[in-house]
């Protein structure tokens, strides 16, 4: 998830994550489901993590206390809290 270097924010308040199947030669945004404009969030480097299931899912925390899940490997962004204290970390377990 690329942030902003001065504000360490999402590009122009619209946040995606990009994802790369090819170690690093294309990456492909996904945004479908995430806001488009004014969310003005920051992901920290342990706060974001993927499940280990067949169609994987990825998680993020911000620290305004949003935790988001990208489901089919991040296709579909759905926000699962949204009134959490900071989020620093976060780790994806299958039980």
Not at 13 to 23: E, F, K
Not at 40 to 49: E, G
């Amino acid at each position: 998830m690329p942030l902003e270097p001065m504000t360490r924010t999402s590009p122009g308040g619209a946040p995606a994550v990009w994802r790369s199947d090819n170690g690093g030669s294309s990456w492909q945004k996904l945004a479908q489901g995430l806001p488009k404009k004014e969310s003005f969030f920051t992901v920290q480097r342990d706060a974001m993590d993927i499940d280990e299931l067949p169609s994987p899912a990825l998680y993020f925390g911000t620290t305004t206390g949003q935790l988001w899940i990208g489901r089919e490997s991040g296709e579909r962004w759905e926000c699962l809290f949204d009134s959490l204290p900071p989020i620093h970390c976060v780790k994806a377990s299958v039980v």
